[in-house]
């Protein structure tokens, strides 16, 4: 009886597993941007960059948003050298909730917001001072939801004709770095986790 009992419940388990692999697992979305409105944070280097690069070939109507202008000149270079595709540039700190909702307001109605601005201080946490911590809140996490609170009126309202809006939010692995520095000191320490 009891090895009835705990086949069944194998097979139970298994079963439930695979319902909730089905359920669960991403869905791939390729949303189409050809002929739409791009904005990126952080557009003037790196993973932004690259992605306006991308948009641009794709056919989007490209704006990038950095605080550095000179950057930000760079880059639209840059993009219009690769694609023949001009690109807005704007320049504005994401701290600043008004600079951004300015330059939102300027972009025109935005399609896909890419959030991807970010800084990381790679230090030790202990080594860290209390004005990089607060840095680092203030652009990843408080200029992400500036950025967002600016641009989602616009992009929810009016959607006939334009397709679905999406808001993509782009993080690196740089952070890493801190856990794994954490998980070591903590180790050489005696904790365990």
């Known amino acids: 009886m009891a090895a009835i009992y705990s086949l ?20 791939s979305v390729k949303i189409p941007i050809k002929s739409r409105h791009v904005f990126i944070t952080g557009g003037s280097s790196g993973i932004g960059l690259a992605l306006a690069h991308r948009a641009a070939a794709e056919g989007a109507r490209v704006s990038i948003l950095a605080r550095s202008t000179d950057k930000l000149d760079e880059a639209k270079r ?3 050298l690769a694609t023949g595709i001009e690109v807005a540039t ?3 700190d994401v701290r600043d909730f008004d600079a951004v909702s300015k330059a939102v307001d300027e972009s025109g109605p935005i399609d896909v917001l890419i959030v991807n ?3 990381f201080i ?3 946490l202990e080594k860290q001072s209390h004005e990089e ?3 680092m809140i203030d652009v990843n996490l408080v200029g992400s939801f500036n950025v967002i609170i600016a641009a989602l009126p616009a992009m929810k309202a009016s959607r006939e004709g334009r397709g679905p809006a999406s808001i993509s939010l782009v993080s690196s692995q740089a952070g890493q770095v801190s856990t794994v520095t954490l998980h070591i000191q903590r180790a ?4 365990r986790d």
């Open 122 to 124: 790679g230090k030790e």
């Open 90 to 92: 704007f320049s504005a």
């Open 8 to 27: 069944f419940l194998f097979f139970f388990i298994i079963t439930l597993l695979i319902i909730l692999a089905l359920i669960v697992r991403p869905i």
């Open 78 to 80: 840059s993009v219009q």
């Open 133 to 135: 911590v607060k840095l």
């Open 117 to 119: 601005q970010g800084v």
């Open 188 to 191: 050489s320490l005696g904790f």
